[in-house]
């Protein structure tokens, strides 16, 4: 049996890390029992990375307000977790009268759930904003924005941990019984956990963890989303994320700027029955391409330096309507906070999803102020992002700033240091490559995935062979052909 919790959180992706945040401001013992050896492997690393401006969604949903609150404090976020964030403007493009009025209507949503500044604009206006655009007029949110969905996921979690939160990885919940004192016994593959409180952010697991509480009935779909990442080159000609005129339930294949300035062009949406394969097909790429090329003339197969995909864990209801974020407490299940079917916009919405929760526990019981508890997280500064000045004083400090080891992304021996040694402890390749950006460049890690991982058995004194990629045996290296 292993420590006793006030709050135990399954699923530490950026909403169960935001929930771990925002617990971590009460005098509470906080724990995040996570499945897989890093915080971002499932949808919070596998999306848009678009900060959503709250157009959307139906009002008076959650997902509307979610969505609007936390675009509007996205600046104070990104400076207070020192992550990389802009405000860049979207457009949602049309050509004919039935999409105008589409628009007009996402444009009347929008007011109504108080996303700012959105206009309907000309062609004239829509070619100054975005110059190779294929469109004739677009609904234009200047309020919407791009993040990066690992350097924020993960800096909630490294500020929850500084504030005292224990995070478990490579423990995946497989049981959940209420105990006769109230408490909750939690069972992983490593040991069960005893705790007063139990949320459930566990993703596209939510529904089995739900049932696990008591609380049967919600039906969790998979719907994928394959993209494309387009190589640096292109970033330039792409200033903010063109999308098409979206359905009710569907943003429709866009084109997004990353904020290290790559496109990525996606996502389609197939329902899936398995959760856990992200395979992105041939077919699936060329289409993403033929579609986004009728936005966005620059899509070129000489540019495709990876694909990606991604699951969204949809509620449907009995007719297979998709529904509403779920942020509860229910009497069947005292001391549970239950968070199901957090699809889009769950990233820009995590914050206000997470303080809804701390609510609905402050309504169960009085929580005393944390008076040490510290929102400010420091992120490893990049130094390929420096002036010449400040890029010399780091080098004088720290001779490893001198050592590039990605020559793409320009990441030093004294980054990667730093993300090995990282406040979460992760030590996979996937880990350092979401910390520094090293092997996400166009050669993909062809020059300094094998230094990468020399550098991990060295500061940790692991064998080579015990390096992994991402997941429980992923394993790099089999052996030695060489000594
Ligand atoms: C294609 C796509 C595009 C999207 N685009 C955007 C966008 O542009 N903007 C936006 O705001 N949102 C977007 N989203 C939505 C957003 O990514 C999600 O809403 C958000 O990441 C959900 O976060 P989460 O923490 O709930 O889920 P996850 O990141 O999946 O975290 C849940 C965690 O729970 C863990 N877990 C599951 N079961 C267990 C268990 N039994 N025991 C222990 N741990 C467990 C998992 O390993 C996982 O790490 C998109 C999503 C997709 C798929």
């Not at 497989?174 to 109230?182: K, S, W």
């Not at 990441?411 to 979460?424: D, F, G, I, R, S």
């Not at 390749?429 to 993909?444: D, F, L, N, V, W």
Request: net charge neutral.
């Amino acid at each position: 049996m292993k420590e006793r919790y006030d709050v135990l959180i399954i699923g530490g992706g950026v909403v169960g890390s935001a929930v771990a945040r925002e617990m971590a401001r009460y005098q509470l013992k906080i724990g995040v029992l996570e499945k897989e050896l890093d915080v971002c492997y499932e949808t919070s690393g596998r999306n848009s990375a678009v900060l959503h401006g709250g157009f959307a969604y139906d009002p008076g949903t959650k997902k509307a307000e979610c969505c609007v609150e936390g675009c509007l404090e996205f600046d104070a976020v990104a400076k207070e977790l020192d992550v990389p964030f802009k405000r860049t403007g979207k457009v949602l493009v049309g050509n004919t009268g039935e999409d105008l009025a589409s628009l007009k209507r996402t444009l009347e949503t929008g007011r109504i759930n108080g996303s700012r500044g959105l206009e309907i604009i000309g062609e004239k206006r829509l070619h100054e904003l975005v110059p190779a655009v294929i469109g004739n007029f677009a609904l234009y949110s200047p309020n919407s924005g791009i993040l990066d969905p690992f350097q924020y996921t993960i800096a909630l979690a490294e500020n929850a941990k500084k504030n005292g939160v224990d995070y478990y990885f490579d423990h995946e919940v497989t049981g959940i019984r209420r105990l006769p004192d109230q408490a909750y016994e939690l069972s992983t593959a490593q040991g069960s956990f005893l705790t007063r409180w139990v949320v459930n952010s566990a993703g596209l697991g939510c529904g089995k963890i739900s049932e696990m509480l008591g609380i049967p009935g919600y039906r969790i779909d998979g719907s994928k989303g394959d993209y494309i990442v387009l190589d640096k080159r292109v970033g330039p000609l792409l200033p903010m994320p063109v999308y098409p005129v979206p359905s009710n339930t569907y943003m429709g294949i866009h084109v997004t700027p990353t904020v290290d300035g790559n496109v990525t062009v996606g996502p389609n949406a197939e329902y899936v029955d398995d959760f856990t394969y992200y395979g992105v097909p041939q077919k699936s790429m060329d289409y993403l391409a033929q579609s986004a090329s009728t936005l966005w003339p620059h899509i070129r197969t000489s540019d495709y330096i990876r694909n990606y995909s991604g699951i969204l864990p949809k509620w449907l209801d009995e007719n297979g309507v998709v529904q509403d974020f779920v942020i509860e407490a229910r009497d069947e299940a005292p001391h549970t906070i239950n968070l199901v079917g957090i699809e889009s916009p769950g990233l820009t919405g995590a914050l206000p999803i997470a303080r809804r929760a701390v609510r609905l526990m402050a309504e169960r019981e009085t929580l005393y102020p944390n008076a040490s508890f510290n929102p400010r997280r420091e992120g490893i500064i990049r130094f390929s992002e420096q002036n010449d000045e400040r890029k010399a004083q780091l080098i004088r400090e720290n001779p490893d700033y001198g050592e590039l080891v990605c020559r793409c992304e320009r990441v030093t021996k004294a980054e990667l240091l730093q993300a090995v040694h990282n406040p979460l402890g992760v030590h996979t390749m996937a880990g350092i490559k979401y910390r520094t950006r090293s092997m996400m460049g166009r050669c993909q890690g062809g020059y300094c995935q094998m230094r990468v991982a020399r550098m991990i058995c060295e500061e940790t004194g692991c064998d080579i062979r015990d390096v992994l990629y991402a997941r429980a045996g992923s394993s790099l290296f089999t052996g030695r052909v060489r000594e």
